[in-house]
């Protein structure tokens, strides 16, 4: 392709991007399209021939983007956000022209620096101290599986990554309502679905630390070897805070390796007044957040910080002592900080976030998401016929209808009122189990929600419900 014509192209591409995000609330926010449909219709097209940007363009109009869930619509109030921004991007568009390898320093010393820069000042904004170390993962399910895996090592004096398994039962706590990426990192790190302890949860869903000191006590009896606690800041059903100071407390009397994971919530840390009730994070060890959920920078970009970056390194560097340089003292090489070779240079759109909304339209941002998840909470249950089934930590409001005098059937008549929302395409939410009970999330995250959208889906919400019975 020649650059006149990649340049158009570029313009063409430039004017859809502003025209989709015009259009975007005319779309149905959730795909409404039938397994399969999108593959066959791909098939049928003469891949093999190639093909002009035009035509390609025009197929990903008439067959993908009915396909798409629109994620960025701000009528999406499902799972959680996955923000993105014109910063990021733009800032994208520039990681993928330049397409640098970022594995070591030298393959690319900016991505390195920036990384270690944007992660500094996250860091700072978040308000933890200085001897924790970030890195950027691709997902928080890795820096949870990179955190066990380093838990693993502490444990074994990194017998496991030098001799393979001993047969021992290393064991992981964390709460019932923990994400599910835990147990899956447990699996894939060698310690076995078995050894992975839940332990029970209070009413608010928040891990109750007595049955934790508990399990240590009755695993040590058994021989086990209380290895790792996950505790969660924001869960995923409930958005539940685990009490992460006397966790922290057990974390340090047991030897365990005390991880955080705060994928969602952890983005609310840059609010002076939301960090009381994370106040001893800085005792856990290491602590996962996702500025690709909530905090404008589109995916992927997962802020992992780490108390000791040596034990990290140790465990996941291949380099042999007698080959490290005098540069490596002096910068971060960080295909040694997780599971990758090959990386991205995901710092860049971190910083352009960073840098063009600044520290204060961070806060006004995230700040603005918790007054409506607040505002949406108190006008459903100033209703009557609506209850709350969790409290309203950060942005995600769980609620049900419960104005239907058959009681039996409330769990199916919210199953159908949230089918009947989504089919609508005018909005988007999901729903979770509490207490067994049938629980519809409405979460506010997106990056172009206005109280008017939520004006608007409590309206509907409200009618619809009502229209059922
Ligand atoms: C979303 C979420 C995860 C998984 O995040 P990924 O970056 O998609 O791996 C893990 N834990 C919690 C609490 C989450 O909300």
Known sequence: MNNET??????????????????????????????????????KLDNQTPASIDE?????????????????????????PANTSPPS???????????????????????????????????QY??????????????????????????????????????????????????????????????????????????????????QAELLEKSIIEDIEKGYIPCAVVSAFGTTGSTAIDPINEIAEIALKYDLFHHVDAALAGSSLILPEMRYIAESIERADSIVFNPHKWLLTNFDCSAHFVKDKETLI????????YLKTSVDEQVNNYRDWGIQLGRRFRALKLWFVLRYYG?????????????????????????????????????????????????????????????????????????????????????????NTKKRHVDAALELIKQTARNLV
């Open 6 to 43: 990649f340049f158009e192209l570029l313009q063409r591409i430039a004017k859809w991007i502003i025209r989709y995000y015009d259009n975007i609330e005319s779309y149905p926010v959730k795909s409404q399209v039938e397994p399969k449909e999108i593959y066959n219709k791909v098939a």
């Open 56 to 80: 390609i363009m025009s197929d990903f109009e008439k067959i993908i983007l009915p396909g798409i869930t629109h994620w960025q619509s701000p009528n999406f109030f499902a799972y959680f």
């Open 89 to 123: 991007i733009l800032a994208e568009m520039l990681t993928s022209a330049i397409a640098a390898q970022c594995m070591v320093w030298e393959t690319s010393p900016a991505a390195a620096e920036l990384e270690e820069f944007t992660l500094n000042l996250l860091r």
């Open 126 to 207: 978040i308000g933890l101290p200085e001897s924790f170390s970030g890195v950027i993962q691709d997902t928080a399910s890795t820096a949870t599986l990179v955190a066990l895996i380093v838990a693993r090592e502490k444990k074994s004096s990194f017998s496991i990554n030098e001799n393979g398994f001993d047969g021992k039962n290393y064991r992981v706590y964390c709460s019932e309502e923990a994400h599910s990426s835990i147990e899956k990192a447990a699996k894939i790190a060698g310690f076995g679905r078995k050894n992975v302890v839940k332990i029970a949860t209070d009413e608010n869903f928040s891990m």
């Open 314 to 321: 140790r465990t996941f560097s291949i380099t042999p002592e």
């Open 359 to 447: 520290l204060e339209g961070l806060q006004n941002f995230i700040r603005e998401h918790i007054s409506f998840a607040k505002y949406f909470a108190e006008s459903i249950i100033a209703e009557g016929d609506f209850e709350l089934l969790a409290p309203v930590n950060f942005n995600t409001v769980c609620f049900r209808y419960i104005g239907y005098s058959e009681k039996t059937k409330i769990d199916e008549v919210n199953e159908k009122l949230l089918k009947t929302l989504n089919d609508s395409g005018k909005i988007y939410i999901t729903h979770t189990k509490l207490n067994g009970k049938y629980t519809i999330r409405f979460v506010v995250g997106q990056t």
